[in-house]
């Protein structure tokens, strides 16, 4: 409708020059189809079939590349993939990434995790990582709240130094910033967590309490849940 009141008015001003109303709203619809579909080269071969003219074919491929890349820094989505991502598909990342974006951390998490407490000597320390299958645990303080995280990075610089045995608390080299995750959060969110900083586990807190410790999830965990997943998928929709 605009291109042919914007056709009409040129061909009124400049009547020798410019084309016919009915060419400049082919050009428009051509515009608009662009940007609604993000197809911008359907759009000039549909548009270009519909009019049989040449001497459109310039205007219209300018028109429908400005409209798609105007439309798409407005929104990222097509009309054929906005419904997709509302309910979280995303068809251009790939089936794993929207396989881990449909699960939760608590369907994936270990609700009763191996804690250290934070006034443990080095000494006892030692002693519980050498008979745990652990390498990372949560530090908590008396009354079970989060206070930092111990990785092997932490602590495998002093746990074979005698002389600090009673001098070093687990509090004492413990991480205190903690990257910490949700019950509700997605298993890709904290994948894409874990992978930043190449964490071994992430401790697992409550939204309205985030010092309050629910549990703990590692790596293994994510991709074990997410095997089930894609396993049991194909089966359910047979």
Not at 53 to 75: D, E, K, T, W
Not at 134 to 147: A, C, E, I, M
Request: contains cysteine; proline residues 4%; aromatic residues 8%.
């Amino acid at each position: 409708m605009v291109g042919g009141v914007f056709g009409g008015a040129a061909h009124w001003l400049l009547p020798g020059v410019a084309a016919s109303p009915g060419a400049y709203s082919i050009v428009g619809m051509a515009g608009v189809l662009s940007g609604t579909i993000h197809g911008p080269l359907s759009a000039i071969l549909i548009l270009f079939e519909m009019a049989d003219n040449y001497r459109i074919i310039l205007p219209l491929m300018i028109a429908c590349i400005i409209s798609f890349v105007a439309s798409g820094q407005i929104h990222r989505e097509s009309i054929f993939t906005l419904k997709l991502a509302r309910k979280g598909i995303n068809i251009k990342a790939g089936k794993e990434i929207n396989v881990l974006r449909s699960l939760l951390v608590k369907e994936a998490m270990n609700h009763a995790p191996e804690t250290i407490y934070e006034g443990l000597s080095l000494k006892q320390l030692t002693r519980h990582i050498s008979e745990s299958k652990y390498h990372s645990f949560p530090v908590v303080d008396s009354f079970g709240n989060l206070t930092g995280i111990l990785s092997y990075f932490d602590y495998h610089e002093v746990i074979h130094d005698q002389q600090l045995d009673h001098l070093i608390v687990a509090k004492d080299i413990a991480t205190r910033e903690v990257i910490t995750v949700y019950p509700d959060d997605s298993l890709y969110t904290t994948f894409e967590r874990i992978a930043a900083k190449d964490f071994a586990a992430l401790p697992v807190v409550s939204r309205e309490n985030p010092n309050r410790l629910l549990g703990i999830i590692t790596r293994r965990d994510i991709i074990g849940v997410y095997n089930n997943a894609v396993i049991k998928r194909p089966l359910l929709h047979k």
